[in-house]
C-alpha cells in the first residue's frame, strides 16, 4: 500500500520536468494527495497537494506559477509539472496520501507536516544543474 513517484531526472535550470504518483495496493481517488520534497541535508517539505476532487493547495511560494498539479483518478495517478526549474528545486520528491481524507491541509497548518500523510513509497530525485 504505496504511493510510488516516478519520473525525476538530470535538468538544466530554467527546464521542465513532469512527475508520476501511482497507487500501489489501493485506490487513492478519494483521498487527498500531497507532493513533497527533501533537499540534502534537509528537512522534508510539502509543497503542494490536491484534493480528491481536484482542489489544490500550496505550502511552498516558490512553487506558486511554476508547478501544477493535477490527478486521473481512473489511472490512479497524480501528477507534479514543474517548470522553470532553478537548482533550489534539487530534491527527492515523493507523494502520500492525506490520512485526514480528501481534503488538503490549510497552508501553515499542522496537518500539513508530513506526520499527517500516509502511504509513502520510493521518491523521485530530480536534480538541477546551474
Known amino acids: 500500500v504505496q504511493l510510488q513517484a516516478s519520473g525525476g531526472g538530470l535538468v538544466g535550470a530554467g527546464g521542465s520536468l513532469t512527475l508520476s504518483c501511482t497507487a500501489s495496493g489501493f485506490t487513492m481517488k478519494w483521498h487527498g494527495v500531497g507532493w513533497f520534497r527533501q533537499a540534502p541535508g534537509k528537512e522534508r517539505e510539502v509543497v503542494v497537494c490536491i484534493s480528491s476532487d481536484g482542489a489544490t493547495t500550496y505550502y511552498v511560494d516558490s512553487a506558486k506559477g511554476r508547478f501544477t498539479v493535477s490527478r486521473n483518478n481512473a489511472k490512479e495517478t497524480a501528477y507534479l509539472q514543474m517548470n522553470s526549474l532553478n537548482p533550489e528545486d534539487t530534491a527527492v520528491y515523493h507523494c502520500?496520501?492525506?490520512?485526514?481524507?480528501?481534503?488538503?491541509?490549510?497552508?501553515?497548518?499542522?496537518?500539513?507536516?508530513?506526520?499527517?500523510?500516509?502511504?509513502w513509497g520510493q521518491g523521485t530525485l530530480v536534480t538541477v544543474s546551474s
Open positions: 502520500a496520501t492525506n490520512r485526514d481524507g480528501g481534503k488538503c491541509p490549510a497552508a501553515n497548518s499542522d496537518a500539513s507536516r508530513p506526520t499527517n500523510f500516509a502511504s
